[in-house]
């Protein structure tokens, strides 16, 4: 089900014609109409199906995270990437993970319509690329290392703003990316074109299918402080098991 929502979402989205309505949730917050119509579109596929489940989805429904816990429920970003799309950018996507009553994720999808690229993981059965099976690269040296990274929507907090972290980290990678939208970044973890990722200030329908996707494939995803990602938390760093430590060693100092 998660599979055809993510796929007649992006491609709704993808066919557009004319000028699209752009409103802002905050200063460099955009939100057009095509992220609506796939929420709405991903939506109805999940209430048709699991009608009981909760729906935590950016646009609509952003329900907070400690008034979940413990509830099966659906993250949904119905388009990670707005700037870029608006842009004409093809690193933009569709993104949807399962939680179950465990609070443990079961299944995601993360659908990248211009890219022809749909990343899928269940529970113990590894991650997939276009059905293709995928794992994450074998780097395991920092200045050989390519990482992405991102930042928050909002500066107004000096020690939220991830200049701190990115001047870190830089010097001791070959090179930084930063793509601007996190669940594709995260699957380029999964699929080895990029060894490491890391960003604070993200929601959870911005990375739980991401996370789970890169975890199936073989990463190691903790927060900032090396602790799994879990609850409320709103950072991230994802990499292949060679490079998460160095990673975390750096950010430490």
Request: glycine share 8%.
């Amino acid at each position: 089900m998660a599979e055809i929502a993510a796929r007649t979402a992006g491609r709704a989205i993808l066919h557009r014609i004319g000028p699209l309505e752009q409103e802002w949730k905050g200063r460099i917050d955009p939100v057009t109409a095509a992220d609506r119509e796939s929420e709405q579109i991903i939506l109805t596929f999940i209430r048709d199906a699991f009608p009981l489940d909760i729906i935590v989805s950016e646009e609509s429904n952003p329900i907070a995270e400690e008034n979940v816990r413990g509830k099966r429920r659906w993250y949904v970003d119905p388009l990670d990437g707005t700037v870029n799309f608006s842009r004409n950018n093809p690193h933009w996507c569709v993104s949807i993970a399962f939680v179950d009553e465990s609070d443990t994720a079961q299944a995601a999808v993360v659908y990248a319509p211009k890219c022809n690229e749909l990343y899928g993981a269940v529970r113990g059965q590894g991650a997939t690329l276009n059905g293709e099976s995928i794992r994450v690269s074998g780097t395991d040296r920092m200045d050989r290392a390519v990482l992405a990274s991102g930042f928050p929507y909002s500066f107004d907090n000096p020690d939220r703003t991830n200049l701190k972290e990115w001047s870190m980290l830089t010097p001791h990678a070959l090179t930084v990316r930063c793509w601007g939208a996190a669940a594709k970044d995260l699957c380029e973890v999964a699929r080895g074109r990029i060894d490491g990722f890391w960003e604070l200030e993200l929601e959870r329908w911005d990375i739980t299918a991401g996370a789970f996707i890169c975890s199936e494939a073989g990463a190691r995803v903790t927060d900032l402080s090396g602790k799994p990602v879990a609850g409320p938390s709103r950072d991230i760093m994802a990499a292949n098991p060679g490079l998460h430590a160095a990673m975390m060693e750096l950010l430490s100092r």
